[in-house]
């Protein structure tokens, strides 16, 4: 099926350093969402993303957070600085249009670890 | 406001028996409800969806999974489980005015030998 495709799939970095989780999504689709999920628990929505534009985002979206895709390139979460409670692995997803937009694919995820 | 509920934490079964994995909803209309799967150090798969028609609805890997409105429920099922389908298991919930989708809590099953 569509794939979704992550880079990298481990990032150690140290507190207060700025990172960059990469995304890949589905060549033909153009909603784009950020989950966070800490130590296997529930996935948290974080952002969604359509036209260029940050359409909704939660609470866990905080303002050290963004969110691009430069020219449909990678899909991109830029965390700066980042915090140890940043430390989860993060989902990306893509969904398609029309009758297709509900359905969304995962990436295997980039598992942060902040020091 | 929206919701999904997955009551059971964890769901140990032996291979070969069947299985149901209970996922309750709250919204006000009919959602898109899905199940999703995530195997060990991966990212979530779709097992199956539904939206509208017949409310048995037929996905991968032989889960089946019943849409019941009176019951606002989505309880996910297999005849015959297999040690292959240790996971954990989400059921999640898309409304039709944005594609934001919530999830539960997810259930870890555990299939054993």
Redesign the interface.
Known sequence: GPKVLQIPSHQIIDMGQMVTLNCDPVSNHLYFYWYKQILGQQMEFLVNFYNGKVMEKSKLFKDQFSVERPDGSYFTLKIQPTALEDSAVYFCASSGTGSSAETLYFGSGTRLTVL | AQSVTQPDARVTVSEGASLQLRCKYSYSATP?L?W?VQYP??????LL?Y?SGDPVVQGVNSFEAEFSKSNSSFHLQKASVHWSDSA?Y?CAL?M?S?????????TQLVVKP
Do not use: A, M, P
């Open positions: 898109y899905f999703y150090r991966q990212g979530l798969q779709l969806k939206y954990v989400f898309s039709i944005n594609n934001r989708i919530f999830f539960g809590d997810g």
